[in-house]
């Protein structure tokens, strides 16, 4: 860095929030690698029907692109609710419906709303990273919870508790609780009684269920969508980006009490979602089945990695998701960049002893184990 630059560093520093000197950006490395397993995104591109479809309803838009776009976005609304209706047996109306670039943009609306310098948030670590960086960038203070409580076997390390959640919630009280399930990095899914009782201790907070990977989840898990009724603190945040594949489409969204979403309204910028955001969306929720026909083989995959994994003495956790976490690693980052020299990208989540590893193709399945189980006799602990 120049003399001028690190000047300018220095200034900017000066002048930037105390409460954001010396953080670090959020972003996994972006690598150009044979092999990219490390952001849970499908590796399955989007298939040509869906790509003409997309290119047909952008190309309407374009001409109008000297206008605003629909504030309200009622077409995808009534989409993204007829696509929950029918995959969840939930019937989702329009006015429940929120979204935003991405899921991220849909829970910063929610702190925005919720949240400010004198209120608590919660979340249960280790848990999505961004709940944490979302709510302390805009000031509401974040609570890291504790996972494994009432636990006595490490199988269950990252497990929550009914009993724990609940005892934790009554010590912080809470404005807004973040609960993920399918959990973001272990790949768990939470029992639907830890909801309620965490929503029913919390009464004066928003429980937002962050249900990325809910597509995923093996057969017989429930959403958080069977709970809504009835209850207008409660939030369960869904994405495009992992199931539909449509990760560079940008579109989380939300459900929740109509009051719930009319008040996200103040906080929203003009026109947030484009036109072309907007018509990529309703073409890919028009092809949904076509769009959710990997799942399946993902899932497959994921599975098979579970069942590796620990036939080469890793300990993985089994996962509702589109990724396993695996622990039993010697040392974790040293083994990433083995593996990483080796063509292979995972993610290092900075657990100690511990990776995960996205649900690729057959073949990069094949990769990733292969150069695993190549290391595994010098990089695995051993008991």
């Not at 609304?77 to 696509?83: C, I, K, T």
């Not at 010590?171 to 959990?183: A, G, K, Y």
């Not at 622990?327 to 980052?333: L, S």
């Amino acid at each position: 860095m120049s003399d001028s630059a690190s000047r300018a560093a220095v200034q900017i520093e000066g002048l930037l929030r105390p409460d954001l000197r010396g953080r670090t950006a959020y972003g996994a490395p972006q690598l150009d690698v044979p092999v990219q397993l490390n952001t849970n995104e499908s590796s399955y591109p989007v298939p040509q029907v869906v790509v003409d479809a997309v290119a047909e309803a952008v190309t309407k838009v374009v001409p109008d692109l000297n206008r605003y776009p629909d504030r309200e976005f009622t077409a995808l609304r009534e989409a993204l609710a007829g696509y929950l209706t029918c995959t969840s047996r939930v019937a989702v109306e329009a006015a429940q419906v929120w979204a935003g670039n991405g899921s991220n943009e849909v829970l910063l609306h929610l702190v925005q709303a919720f949240g400010c310098p004198d209120r608590r948030a919660l979340g249960f670590t280790p848990a999505y990273s961004m709940h944490p960086i979302i709510t302390e960038t805009t000031g509401t203070a974040f609570v890291h919870g504790r996972r494994g409580e009432g636990f006595d076997d490490v199988a269950h390390r990252f497990d929550l508790s009914t009993a724990s959640a609940v005892a934790q919630v009554r010590e912080v009280d809470p404005h807004l609780v973040f609960l993920c399930s399918p959990n973001n990095p272990t790949g768990t899914a939470l029992d639907l009684d830890t909801v309620v009782a965490v929503h029913d201790a919390a009464p004066r907070a928003v429980v937002i269920v962050d249900e990325a990977y809910a597509e995923f989840a093996r057969p017989g898990t429930p959403s958080a969508l069977t709970l809504l009724a009835g209850r207008p603190r409660l939030v369960v945040t869904r994405t495009m980006s992992k199931a539909f594949a449509l990760a560079g489409g940008r579109l989380g969204y939300l459900v929740a009490d109509p009051a719930l979403v009319d008040a996200l309204r103040l906080v929203r910028m003009p026109y947030h979602l484009s036109s072309v955001t907007q018509a990529v969306a309703r073409a890919a929720l028009g092809h949904a089945d076509l769009m959710l026909g990997t799942v399946e083989a993902i899932k497959q995959q994921r599975d098979r990695m579970v069942i590796e994994l620990s036939a080469m003495g890793f300990t993985p956790v089994a996962s509702d998701a589109n990724f396993v976490f695996f622990g039993n690693v010697a040392d974790a980052h040293g083994t990433w960049q083995s593996l990483l020299d080796r063509g292979v990208l995972v993610r290092d989540v900075g657990i100690p002893h511990y990776l995960r590893v996205t649900a690729g193709t057959p073949a990069e399945t094949d990769a990733f184990l292969d150069a695993l189980r190549e290391l595994a006799p010098t990089h695995r602990l051993e008991s």
